[in-house]
């Protein structure tokens, strides 16, 4: 994908929109507990500032219903940015009407202005197909793009972890910017840079380790890996729909029945290149105090798979020394209730291995890179993703809307 980039436009004097992506983790106190996603943001916002732009920032941050709440302004994102840039950052009191309008305006040539959540309109989060069968719906978001259009010269689009979807404020504002530069910026460059070579010319051996709670989610990625890599590692509660898919007993684990028939034509498709684990470590419940034990293959009907067992860290941990790329994504277990964090965290530490000897690790964001950073390992992976959904259905090969409607290069 060959896009412009922040790059190729002279932003002096001129009203810039970025889409970030600054849906940052916030405690009971409002408080930003990790700002990575600030930090992901600010090479190309320090291109715009100092190349005397005048900049408007958009996001959204958590899942309000369509109103304003209070819980999910912008606030302390615009707060934590201003002590960043060392310059105050205003938080206008919405993203689009008179105020703003006036607000964006009055941004000089090297400020910057943060938008009040995108998400306190429901136009935002209208889907296209909805609003492609529902004129009300498509009017509602085409006003609410129009408005937001409206504020600005120039579009950057630099929140990758939203690029799969067709947000009025990824999708729709820059298709009615026309004639306006439309380009993306140095976090999206960046995502797709790593992402996509590692696909297109992955150096081999090219191994991808799937793991997370529900195999529905990564039916995709793994038929599209299957072709592309050298061995695909299945990990995680779905290993269990391929367990039964074999059948071997899964006790209480989580199975999803319905994709066991799915998980047949993987294994059958995947050959030797599918490697699942060959013993689990299992107790009665997700719990640090149940009894816990590692036991080989089936699983008695009071038990539930947490984690993947010794043998199959050993296993996995060999292909993963021998790999020159790999790529992650979802946990081996219930990382986030020790002991069954163990097999996750052994995969990271061999990936952070891989990495020094010269591989390129790549972590699809989301749970993995939580657990990357629970490891103590995030400096030590070639690329860590910002956007666990949107790496995830980039793997799979689907077209991203928001980015084809930026301006090729
Ligand atoms: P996902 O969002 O699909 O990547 O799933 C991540 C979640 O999967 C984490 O919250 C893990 O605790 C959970 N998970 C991983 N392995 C298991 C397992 N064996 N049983 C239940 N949950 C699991």
Redesign the pocket.
């Known amino acids: 994908m060959n896009k412009k980039t922040i790059e190729s436009v002279d932003v002096k004097d001129k009203r810039v929109l970025m889409r970030a992506d600054f849906n940052v983790p916030l405690d009971d106190d409002l408080a930003i507990t990790d700002d990575r996603r600030i930090q992901s943001a600010l090479p190309t916002i320090k291109k715009i500032l100092e190349g005397g732009g005048r900049l408007i920032l958009m996001s959204h941050l958590g899942r309000p219903k369509g109103k304003p709440e209070a819980k999910y302004s912008l606030a302390p994102v615009a707060k934590r940015l201003g002590e960043i840039l060392k310059q105050n950052v205003p938080l206008a009191p919405d993203c689009v009407g008179d105020v703003v309008g006036a607000l964006s305006e009055g941004v000089k040539s090297g400020e910057c202005l943060m938008l009040e959540n995108l998400r306190f309109h429901t136009a935002e989060t209208i889907k296209d197909t909805e609003a492609k069968q529902d004129a009300d719906k498509r009017a509602i978001k085409d006003e609410f793009a129009c408005s937001l259009a409206d504020l600005a010269e120039v579009y950057v689009n630099d929140a990758f972890g939203t690029c799969h979807r067709d947000n009025a404020s990824m999708l729709t504002v820059p298709k009615m910017m026309n004639g306006k530069p439309k380009v993306i910026g140095y976090l999206v460059k960046k995502e797709l840079e790593f992402l996509g070579s590692s696909l297109a010319h992955p150096t081999r051996p090219f191994v991808a380790v799937l793991?997370?709670?529900?195999v529905s989610?990564k039916i995709g990625v793994i038929d599209a890996l299957l072709p592309k890599c050298d061995h695909v590692l299945i990990g995680?509660?779905m290993m269990?729909t391929f367990f039964a898919a074999k059948g071997t007993t899964t006790g209480k684990?989580?199975v999803e029945p319905k994709f066991v028939d799915e998980a047949k034509r993987l294994m059958e498709i995947g050959g030797d290149k599918l490697l699942l684990p060959t013993d689990s470590v299992v107790a009665s419940e997700?719990s640090s105090n149940a009894d816990s034990k590692t036991i080989e293959g089936s699983i008695p009907d009071d038990l539930?798979?947490?984690?993947i067992g010794p043998a199959s860290i050993s296993a996995f941990s060999n292909v993963i020394k021998n790999a020159k790329t790999i790529i992650w994504?979802?946990?081996?277990?219930?990382?986030?209730t020790p002991p069954f964090d163990r097999g996750t965290m052994a995969i990271a530490k061999v990936m952070a291995d891989a990495t020094a000897n010269g591989a390129t690790t790549i972590i699809g964001g989301?749970?993995?890179a939580a657990a990357i950073e629970q490891a103590g390992l995030s400096d030590q992976m070639t690329h860590i993703s910002t956007g666990g959904g949107a790496s995830l259905e980039f793997l799979e090969g689907k077209p991203f809307l928001a980015l084809e409607v930026i301006d090729d290069a």
């Open positions: 793991g997370g709670a529900k989610d995680g509660a269990y684990s989580l997700i539930m798979g947490l984690d994504n979802g946990p081996m277990g219930v990382f986030e989301g749970d993995s």
